[in-house]
């Protein structure tokens, strides 16, 4: 048995050892990716209403159908309720989003539904900054209901409106004549089926006539495997590169531990080089966070579901190479650190920046576009994407050779520049 | 054996090793003392291969001794003044491991182990992690770790520190064993009556210099012989005659010789190093 071996496997013996630290490096992502995957992954089979304060100061016809139909739709919970109120609520958090409705709304929404020259009606949204991102869907919702409650009034039952309409066609001067008289029947005829229907009794409540959406949606997830998505393959992925990163820097801390004992002075007695000393270290911890991401994985095969349904080999590459960049970065740490106790606290700190820009918390399509550019230089995505390639995406080994080629090349640069800066002698 | 010629080290401004020269002999204990800060560790960690000396070489059996994997370090054992063990691994394993380091494998790394186990008096503890010794049976496990390759020179950095005198004393006997095996050792320490005990020869080192070495009876009589022995007199003596008690013939007894503490003490001074 060699020195470089014995060492490797000295390391990898005592870390397996550890069983209090093997447990913490095994249970925290398990747990940890289960509960981001139960709660950030993937479309809910039910989606949480969002609570939704309306305040009607138009009290009209209209304001009260679009408030009825925006409670029968199952995205919102919505509350009736005074201004102060509604925006007090908004404020504390309660709620998302408080529309207020204004007054003179109904009239005006249904005049500004056929002229882009009458002066629109404006619904003011106060909404909570740390929940802007569901102000959109609220203002598509909004649209969809006041579209077909005031197309609904305007065709349906509104005579004023038409009226309203008819008589500012009349009163334009500047209209082509054969224009004037083409529209002014139209308006005609709309008038006498709005008459006929209240007379002959025929109005009917449950399809009102006006807009509705022209089109219905089916959803289809696009993955190469032929499973549905599981969005446990993204949060575990995530957090094993979040977990063994953090390994990495223990393994580092470790080294610079290390140097103050008198087991690193017989290491430096015996006849050892440099590249034994550290190359051993690397690679015992190449193997132990190639154990750790197994264990991991493993947990997730077996408890969620996961599958590697791309290229195993691919896996077992990107893994491979992610465990020996980490274990490059752990030497590094060790390399540029003083002190373990700095340096714990400042790669911990790297770490974690790190697992943020990979987009292991959040989703990457969130940052904004100059960071989601950075964020293709970063490691720790490439090993995410990577991870995500093989599994739920389903890809071939074809896939993921340019993250492994990425990161088995930062891993010799770092370990080249470890080695060079390590401070051999104290 | 072991020879060092004109070693010369500086930590950056501070020059910790200046022109040190020393050797020892196979079959000889060289007690290497000095005040803290003097220059010991340092002196240690080149005669073992650690440390690059500025200037000066080291050479065992007449092989140069450089850094890295150079094939002279194998006839060195350090045991250094920490305790160098992994507490997670039994007392072989440890003693395995460390072998492995010097290029010894299977049935040959196996016996010299047990060897070295046997030789501490730990044999039959083999299989028990460090971490249930008491502090005798730690340092004696550090010592058995330096042997197991058979070094032909052994530097030990303080390796009684902290322990009670039954281990100190086996710790001693393990010492003369290897002396009288042939072993050359250099013996760092801070107890005198250690090195009055184990070493042949003392070379004392202060502000990074040697300022003595030589047989502790040789390093008696540098001492002036008022400042170095305690006479017990007999029958009455006017105080105002004891400077002419010996030109007048008194008797007297000799009842004890110059410590070696009393001559380190006036070689190196009175003056605490600790507070520097």
């Known amino acids: ?173 500047s209209l082509d004549a054969g224009l004037r008289a083409d529209l002014l029947n139209m308006y005609k005829s709309v008038e006498q089926v709005q008459r006929q229907r209240h007379s002959n009794g025929t109005a009917d ?180 994407d990577g991870f995500d390639a093989v599994t739920w995406r389903a890809q071939g080994l074809d896939a993921v050779l340019w993250p492994m080629a990425a990161m088995l090349g930062l891993s010799a640069v770092l370990s080249a520049v470890a080695v060079y800066l390590f401070r051999w002698e104290e | 054996m072991l020879v060092a010629r004109g070693l010369c080290k500086a930590h950056g401004n501070l020059v910790a090793v200046r022109d040190v020269s020393l050797s020892v002999s196979a079959g000889e204990i060289v007690g290497l003392l000095g005040p803290n800060g003097a220059g010991k560790s340092t002196t240690v960690a080149m005669l073992c291969g650690i440390a690059t000396p500025d200037a000066g070489v080291v050479t065992v059996d007449a092989v140069l001794l450089a850094g890295g994997a150079h094939a002279a370090k194998s006839l060195v054992g350090l045991v250094p003044q920490e305790l160098a063990l992994i507490e997670d691994l039994s007392a072989l394993d440890n003693i395995m491991l460390f072998g492995s380091l010097y290029g010894l494998r299977g049935g040959l790394l196996r016996s010299r182990a047990r060897e070295a186990l046997d030789l501490v008096g730990l044999g039959d503890r083999a299989r028990s992690r460090p971490a249930t010794f008491s502090g005798g049976m730690k340092r004696r496990l550090n010592i058995a770790c330096a042997l197991v390759h058979d070094p032909k020179v052994l530097v030990l950095d303080e390796p009684t520190v902290g322990i009670d005198p039954h281990s100190r004393n086996h710790i001693f006997e393990n010492l003369e064993t290897l002396r009288s095996r042939g072993k050359a050792l250099l013996y760092t320490t801070h107890y005198m009556e250690e090195a009055e005990r184990l070493c042949d020869r003392i070379v004392i080192l202060d502000h990074g210099q040697v300022v003595a070495d030589d047989t502790k009876e040789a390093l008696r009589a540098r001492l002036p012989t008022s400042a170095a022995r305690r006479y017990e007199i007999s029958g009455a003596i006017d105080p105002a005659l004891l400077a002419d008690l010996h030109a007048r013939g008194i008797r007297s007894k000799l009842i004890d010789d110059a410590s070696l503490e009393q001559v380190f003490l006036h070689l190196t001074g009175r003056e605490l190093r600790d507070a520097k």
């Open chain 1, 1 to 173: 048995m060699s020195a470089f071996v014995a060492l490797v496997r000295k390391d990898v013996r005592l870390y397996l050892s550890n069983r209090r630290a093997l447990l913490m490096s095994l249970v925290a992502p398990v747990l940890i990716g289960a509960f981001m995957g139960a709660v950030l992954g993937g479309a809910p089979a039910k989606p949480a209403a969002v609570p939704f304060a309306v305040v009607d100061l138009d009290r009209s016809d209209i304001s009260q159908r679009i408030i009825a139909a925006m409670s029968e739709d199952g995205a919102f919970s919505v509350q009736q309720l005074p201004q102060a109120q509604a925006i007090d609520l908004v404020r504390k958090g309660k709620v998302s989003v408080a529309a207020i409705i204004p007054q003179g709304f109904g009239a005006k929404a249904s005049q500004a539904l056929f002229r882009r020259d009458t002066a629109k009606p404006q619904i003011d949204l106060h909404f909570d900054p740390s929940q802007a991102m569901t102000l959109a869907m609220i203002k598509g919702l909004l649209t969809q209901h006041i579209m077909q409650v005031v197309s609904a009034a305007s065709f349906g039952g509104d005579a004023q409106a038409i009226a309203y309409l008819r008589d500012n066609v009349a009163r334009n001067a």
């Open chain 1, 205 to 384: 409540v449950a399809t009102p006539p006006g807009l509705a959406m022209p089109y219905v949606t089916h959803d289809f997830e696009v993955t190469n495997g032929a499973r549905n998505y599981n969005p446990y393959a993204h949060s575990f992925a995530s957090m094993t590169v979040q977990f063994i990163l953090l390994m990495g820097v223990e393994l580092g801390v470790g080294l610079l531990l290390m140097r103050r004992m008198g087991l690193w002075q017989r290491l430096r007695a015996a006849p050892l080089s440099r590249a034994t000393v550290l190359g051993s270290r690397i690679a015992a911890g190449t193997i132990v966070a190639l154990l750790l991401i197994g264990g991991i994985f493993a947990a997730a095969i077996l408890l969620f579901g996961v599958r590697i349904e791309g290229s195993v080999l691919g896996f077992v590459g990107v893994a491979a190479t992610f465990a020996a960049l980490t274990s490059s970065l752990g030497l590094l740490i060790a390399a540029v650190g003083r002190t373990p106790e700095a340096t714990r606290g400042m790669a911990i700190v790297l770490t974690l920046l790190l697992v943020m820009l990979g987009g292991a918390w959040v989703p990457t399509f969130v940052f904004p576009e100059w960071l989601q550019s950075a964020t293709r230089y970063v490691p720790t995505r490439w090993a995410i």
